[in-house]
């Protein structure tokens, strides 16, 4: 079979190089068309998967939704040239939409709630959903619930495996605590109207850096321009080692859901700032005790102060770590199967979910 993937952000070149890898050997064929939004361009060059570019991320509401016909018609171009018997996304209103106008079916990987005007444009085209069974909203007969997360897909033992030379790169010693801060842009679609930190100045910022040092470095990872003051903060690794990175610390705090999860599936404690919550991290939290989601930067204080004081934290975050793997499904073996085998794993996952 021909498989097209959609790529819209850094995140999704992670859910689905291993299961792309994974279909060409297999005998299958792939490709990939991507847009250009942050680092998705230069991960997707490291990771060697050639792509075709059929627009680029806008800031601006107003932006994005004059784009979505160019981008709609760049994509199916490609997808012309191309002829795959199956379009993939996490969720793509373009893919969703191109695949209808080739009658073939779109398979959607997501796991963000707050999505709602997203899922509204995709899901009408679109033939299946498949998301964590610990989302927290039902999608109709199209729906199809896994037991893991996206970022299993990536991080799971049989994958991934931290590389301790990290610890050289950042000049620090195997042991030492650090923590990883991460400021969103808030200019996705899904977050609209969304808050985490509420920063009103540079000043505060700063204060809260300040503060988390008080238990050792800490790195900074942003999509906002900051002031030269910020720069001794600022991680200089390349986005690809990000997870190296979160593997050996001591906390992470942010803005970044999908960064939250990722530490979470690494072992190491997290806090998520934000208004609105998500499946994934409810998960993690009442049921696996890794991580706390609050509302305000006083919050995440006191849960980081309260982690960061624990000495015992790796250790225990690592068993807990052990217990949430063994739970859980291998998500990339689970793409690849669901994909390949399709119309039939779907109408099997149907079943199994009827006689639950």
């Known amino acids: 079979m021909r498989f097209m993937f959609v790529i819209g952000h850094p995140a999704h070149v992670h859910l689905f190089r291993n299961a792309m890898a994974g279909l060409r050997r297999r005998g299958h064929e792939t490709s990939t068309a991507a847009v250009r939004k942050e680092s998705t361009i230069a991960l997707l060059d490291h990771y060697r998967i050639p792509c075709e570019v059929f627009g680029t991320d806008r800031k601006v509401l107003t932006s994005k939704v004059l784009d979505i016909l160019p981008r709609d018609l760049n994509l199916l171009k490609f997808a012309a040239r191309f002829e795959p018997d199956m379009i993939v996304s996490t969720g793509s209103p373009y893919a969703a939409q191109v695949s209808k106008v080739l009658g073939i079916p779109h398979v959607a990987f997501g796991d963000t709630e707050i999505a709602g005007t997203i899922t509204k444009m995709m899901l009408p085209f679109t033939d299946a959903i498949c998301t964590p069974s610990c989302f927290s909203l039902d999608l109709g007969p199209k729906h199809i619930k896994y037991n893991g997360y996206k970022e299993i897909a990536y991080l799971h033992p049989n994958y991934y495996h931290p590389d301790p030379s990290v610890l050289e790169q950042i000049g620090v010693k195997q042991g030492d605590m650090y923590s990883v801060v991460r400021l969103a842009s808030w200019t996705s679609s899904h977050d609209v109207g969304e808050k985490g930190f509420n ?38 690794l390349p986005l690809h080692r990000v997870h190296d990175l979160l593997s050996y610390a001591s906390l992470y705090v942010g803005e970044g859901a999908t960064m939250a999860s990722e530490a979470g599936v690494l072992g190491t404690p997290w806090v998520f700032v934000s208004e609105a919550g998500r499946g994934y991290l409810a998960d993690q939290q009442e049921n696996y005790g890794l991580g706390f989601h609050v509302k305000s930067a006083d919050e995440a204080r006191k849960r980081a102060e309260e982690m960061l004081s624990n000495k015992e934290a790796k250790g225990e975050w690592e068993e807990k770590r052990k217990r949430l793997l063994h739970e859980k499904i291998d998500v990339t073996a689970f793409i690849i199967n669901f994909l390949e085998r399709w119309p039939e794993s779907f109408k099997e996952e149907k079943r199994r979910a009827s006689e639950r």
């Open 199 to 236: 920063f009103s100045s540079g000043e505060q910022v700063m204060d809260f850096l300040k503060f988390v040092e008080g238990w050792g470095r800490v790195f900074l990872t942003t999509e906002r321009p900051l002031p030269k003051e910020f720069e001794r903060y600022a991680s200089k």
